[in-house]
Every structure is written in structure tokens, then in C-alpha cells.
């Protein structure tokens, strides 16, 4: 267990300032680069939400709010904006809070974290701009012979660059504070866990590379094809690893979140160390189920890769479901509470971090979870995989899983980074709540309609001749709207307290 450490070099005073209540060193340069990360992934978030609801009353057959030329355009931004943008800002958000001031250390150049924002920022606005003109319908995937304008993919690029100076540059930091003495041991487990997120992160955007320069040079005309076969194979060491990252950074996250609202420490670190561990090791294999139909793949390697080495990264996440809790429970019981189930029904319910921290693990442990292991199978996966249902998996991982994790932990950093009050904490309490129903119910609407063979990625099905969808496609529209209600109480909390919010001392 990492300690921070008295004896350490001296650093200049005036660029760290010390927070009274966790007794934290904020790098002010560091908590700069923090806030603007954190606020340009709020943007993103408002942005993909919007295209996220119209794309929701398109799928409910008695709306069909957008002709289908829009849909498609609207659903290559949503997964853009959402799995990319938002997620990935907030991450370098998060990588440079724990590797500087979870540390007591400095970010060792602020400099090139303000590049690879710029970087980061111009991709994300250029790629916006061309999907919105039209120019780039090609869904997340971008698929050839489907072919996005040129800037698309250097959108894409540019993003990609800043975002592999970001993690460059967590490494650094903790190397550096290892070196300047700044923690004793391990660093702590919230930062081993961004750690295993960044090395991932490293592999993703490096196969992203691979992907998507080949297809840049495609569209400007230097290279005469794209063959489909390979680029779907390259294309998925990205699309799907690159939610493996949000999947580590998302764990350190629930850590973080027990320890600040409990008091949690894990029984065994070791052993939630060894889970994370198991991520770096056989997470990434888990994109092979992307391509169980692909002809170019051998079937020996498909079903080892999905049926047995994926199931090894699925033990580490069973880990962390026991170990928090564990941890959870044991807080709890120091503090006096018994009986059989006390520390759970006298648990700070009304603590907007602790909600988010269970209806978080609850969504993507029994939803999004347990159907990523059945739809990951072959045999079902030749019947699952171009329905509704893996839209239904994934809603309940990266939005009722992560994101709402990463929504309870602004609640503790927007007032540590900003120094002011959270503004509306009445409804910070309930937020969780309202998100977290209206993503249940979305991804439950989604994987129902799904098992009846409601195909995704389709504007309109009227034709499809399926019958009792109806009900199941409204409950997509009604999940929508209620996490969609959970999303604008999010954003008016974080915006109102980085403008009106009280000046305080930490």
C-alpha cells in the first residue's frame, strides 16, 4: 500500500496548493489542465446526449422522429461523441488526478498537456463538423468500402495523437513522482487502476493508428483500396479495446468512490491488484467476439480466444464485484453497524457518489455484464450479433456503467479542483437515480426487442413484418427520456457550480 512520503524533494510551493479537508497537494497546473479536460468532456456529453434522445423517439415505431438519412447521421455522432469524445476527455481528467495530486507529486509538463488538448479538441470539433455536414455516414465503425470525407479520419487522427501525449504524460508524472519520493511502496490502488486503463489506452489508440491512417490515405486518394476484410479486424484492436480502457478506469473509479463515501479499503489489495492485472492480459481478446462471423479468422482461434481466454478477464471483473462490496461492508462494520444486512440498508444512500457507485456496479454487473458473456458466445452470437441486443449490452456498460460512475466522481472532484460548493445538492442525491432508472430501462428495451429480432442500426422497421415490438421499442424511448432528464441535472449541477458555486478553501 502506498504511503506518501516526508521525505521528499523540494518543489516550489507557489505552483501546489494544500486542500485542508483531504489533506491532498493540488498541482495548480495540474488542476488546470483537470478542470478544462473535465469541462470539454461535459460538452461532449451534452452533445452526444442530444443526438442520443432524437435517435431514441426515431426507434419507437409510432414517432419515427428522423428520416433515416439524418438517423444515420445523428448515430455516427452519438457513438462518436459518446464512446470517444466524453469518455476519453474525462479519462485525461482523471489520469492526471491520480497521477498528480492522488500523489502529492507534479504533472512534469503541463506544456504538452495543454498540446495534447489542443490536439484533442481541434480533432473532436473538426470530426463533429464533417459528420453534421453529411460528409462521413458511416457509422462508428466506418466500415469500406464506406468512405467518410478525408477530414473524418484526420479528426480522428489528431484525436488519437493528443490523447497518446495525454497517457504519455501520466506515465511520466508517475515515474516521476516514484523518483522524487512523492509515495512510499505501491502507488495506491485508484492509480494502479488508471495505470492498467493507460496501458490499454496505449495499445488502442496504437491499433486505432493502424486502422484509420490506411483509411485516411484511402480517401485522399494515395492508396488505390481499403481491403474491408483487413480493416475489420484492425478496426476492432481499437473500437472494442478502446471500452476496455473506460472498463479499468471505471473500476479504479468504484474504488475510489467506496473509499470516499465509506471509508472503504479493500480486504485483499493484492488481490484486486491481480484483477486489474488479468485486464492487461486478456481484456482485449474479448473483441474477437466482433469477429466470430468473419471468414477470415479461423474458427480455433475465435473460440479460444472468446470462450476461454476472455473468460480469464471476466474473473478479474467478478473479483472487483466481491472486493468492493467486501470492502464496503467491512467500513460499515467498524463503524458500529450490525446485523445481517445493517451496512447495507444504513449505507449514505443519500450520497450522490455512493449511489452512483451501486446502481453503477448493478447495472453492469446483471445487465450489461452477464449479456456481454452470453452474446460473447459463439453459437449465440451468430443470432445476437446485428440485433438490438448488443446496442442493450453496451448502453448498460459504458453509459449505465461507466458514466454514471464518472458522474458520481465529479460530484467530489468538481469542488476539490474548482474550490467552490457543489451548487444543487438536493438534486446531486437524486441524480443517480434518475440516470441510472432511465438506462436500465433503455438497455432492457433495447436486449428485449432485440431477442425478438429487431435489428440496430436501422431507422425503420415497420417493414420488418415483427410482431409484439411495439411495447418493447417504447421502453427505449421511455429510458431515454429519463436518463436523458438524469443527463441535463448532471451538466446544470456541473456548470452552475464551476459559474455560481461558493468559494471555499479546499
Request: glycine share 10%; net charge positive.
Amino acid at each position: 500500500m502506498a504511503k506518501v512520503s516526508t521525505n521528499v524533494q523540494p518543489m516550489d510551493s507557489t505552483d501546489f496548493r494544500t486542500c485542508p479537508v483531504t489533506g491532498l497537494k493540488v498541482h495548480l497546473p495540474a488542476q488546470r489542465l483537470i478542470i478544462a479536460n473535465a469541462v470539454t468532456a461535459v460538452v461532449a456529453l451534452l452533445i452526444g446526449g442530444i443526438f442520443a434522445i432524437l435517435i431514441a423517439f426515431t426507434r419507437v415505431p409510432a414517432v419515427k422522429l428522423l428520416p433515416p438519412e439524418t438517423f444515420y447521421r445523428l448515430l455516427t455522432a452519438h457513438g462518436t461523441d459518446m464512446l470517444v469524445f466524453w469518455i476519453v476527455f474525462f479519462e485525461v481528467a482523471g489520469l492526471y488526478f491520480g497521477g498528480a495530486v492522488l500523489l502529492n507529486a507534479r504533472l512534469v509538463k503541463p506544456g504538452l498537456g495543454w498540446l495534447a488538448w489542443v490536439l484533442m479538441l481541434a480533432g473532436a470539433i473538426l470530426t463533429n463538423i464533417i459528420m453534421l455536414a453529411g460528409k462521413a455516414d458511416v457509422m462508428f465503425t466506418a466500415y469500406p468500402p464506406l468512405q467518410a470525407h478525408p477530414l473524418f479520419y484526420f479528426g480522428v487522427i489528431l484525436f488519437a495523437v493528443g490523447a497518446l501525449l495525454a497517457i504519455g504524460l501520466f506515465m511520466a508524472t508517475v515515474i516521476v513522482a516514484k523518483s522524487e519520493r512523492r509515495f512510499t511502496g505501491s502507488v495506491p490502488l485508484v492509480t494502479y487502476g488508471l495505470i492498467v486503463a493507460a496501458i490499454i489506452g496505449i495499445f488502442t489508440l496504437l491499433a486505432g493508428a493502424v486502422a484509420f491512417v490506411p483509411t485516411f490515405l484511402w480517401s485522399v486518394g494515395l492508396l488505390p483500396r481499403m481491403d474491408p476484410g483487413i480493416y475489420r479486424i484492425v478496426f476492432w484492436a481499437f473500437g472494442h479495446p478502446a471500452q476496455q480502457v473506460n472498463l479499468a478506469a471505471m473500476v479504479a473509479v468504484w474504488y475510489a468512490l467506496a473509499t470516499l463515501t465509506v471509508g472503504a479499503k479493500p480486504v485483499n489489495e493484492k488481490v484486486s491488484r491481480f484483477a486489474f492485472l488479468l485486464y492487461v492480459l486478456f481484456i482485449n481478446l474479448g473483441s474477437m467476439h466482433h469477429l466470430l462471423v468473419d471468414p477470415a479468422l479461423g474458427t480455433a482461434t475465435r473460440m479460444f480466444n472468446t470462450s476461454y481466454f476472455m473468460y480469464l478477464a471476466v474473473v478479474g471483473s467478478l473479483i472487483h464485484a466481491y472486493s468492493i462490496p467486501a470492502a464496503v461492508e467491512v467500513a460499515q462494520r467498524k463503524k458500529g453497524i450490525t446485523g445481517l444486512f445493517g451496512w447495507l440498508t444504513r449505507a449514505p444512500w443519500g450520497e450522490p457518489g455512493f449511489a452512483a457507485l451501486v446502481i453503477s456496479m448493478v447495472i453492469f454487473g446483471f445487465i450489461g455484464g452477464t449479456t456481454g458473456v452470453i452474446q460473447g458466445n459463439d453459437q449465440i452470437n451468430l443470432i445476437a450479433h446485428n440485433t438490438l441486443r448488443i446496442p442493450g449490452h453496451f448502453h448498460a456498460t459504458v453509459v449505465g456503467g461507466t458514466t454514471l460512475a464518472f458522474m458520481g466522481l465529479t460530484y467530489y472532484l468538481l469542488p476539490l479542483m474548482t474550490q467552490k460548493q457543489l451548487v444543487g445538492r438536493g438534486w446531486a442525491r437524486v441524480q443517480p437515480y434518475i440516470f441510472g432508472s432511465g438506462i436500465a430501462i433503455l438497455a432492457l428495451g433495447m436486449l428485449w426487442s432485440g431477442i425478438q429480432g429487431v435489428p440496430r442500426r436501422t431507422a425503420d422497421i415497420s417493414a420488418s413484418g415483427l410482431a409484439g415490438v411495439d411495447t418493447t421499442l417504447v421502453l427505449v424511448g421511455v429510458g431515454g427520456t429519463i436518463a436523458f432528464a438524469g443527463l441535463v441535472i448532471y451538466i446544470l449541477i456541473a456548470v452552475s457550480t464551476l459559474l455560481f458555486g461558493k468559494r471555499q478553501k479546499c
